[in-house]
């Protein structure tokens, strides 16, 4: 026995294992359950958000307005239930990749949402080229001439679409990096 452990001094840290010591060697827990529910919820607000009305106008008699999946809003449709589900298969197996590929797949849906935001004739002009049959010149003409008659704007559907998209992202990148701190 050395000299040093029969010493008369008292301790003044508490031992590494008390409960209100700091663990410093063990790894971090895992991305919380919360983390992929609520990314799951973004998804379905986008999901929904994509067949909502995306224009709407001013016109007289006009009910509703155009919605998004008569144009783009068939991607953001597709990309927010594949956003999802790798959301729900994140949760379950708690892999990192699939966190940030669902928050890539929210920044997609963003980006879609912003476009239509700016340019709302751009979805008028998907819609009479698909249903009326015309070309994109006469489909660009008559979207232009609407858009002076009419007070076309971003309808609730894109912005229901931007929120969920921007919590997908939000969510997909925490959630992926609480997963590469968990390793």
């Given at each position: 026995m050395s000299e040093y452990s029969q010493s008369s001094y008292a301790q003044t840290a508490p031992p590494a294992h008390s409960a209100g010591a700091p663990n410093h060697g063990a790894a971090p827990a895992a991305p919380s359950k919360k983390i992929a529910i609520f990314a799951i919820v973004g998804s379905v607000i986008a999901l929904v958000g994509s067949m909502v009305n995306w224009v709407i106008s001013d016109a007289e008699g006009a009910t509703g307005g155009i919605k998004g999946i008569d144009g783009d809003g068939i991607i953001t449709l597709i990309v927010a239930l594949v956003a999802a589900i790798l959301f729900?298969?994140?949760?379950?197996?708690?892999?990192?990749?699939?966190?940030?590929?669902?928050?890539?797949?929210?920044?997609?849906?963003?980006?879609?949402?912003v476009i239509n935001m700016a340019d709302p004739e751009r979805l008028v002009v998907q819609k009479l080229k698909d249903e009326e049959g015309v070309s994109q010149q006469v489909a660009e003409k008559a979207a232009e001439q609407a858009a002076k008659l009419y007070d076309m704007t971003a309808g609730p559907g894109l912005y229901m679409v931007l929120v969920g998209a921007l919590m997908a992202l939000a969510l997909g990148v925490l959630g992926f990096m609480k997963s590469r701190a968990a390793r």
């Open positions: 729900i298969a994140a949760m379950a197996t708690k892999k990192a990749a699939l966190y940030l590929v669902g928050g890539v797949l929210g920044l997609a849906m963003a980006i879609v949402a």
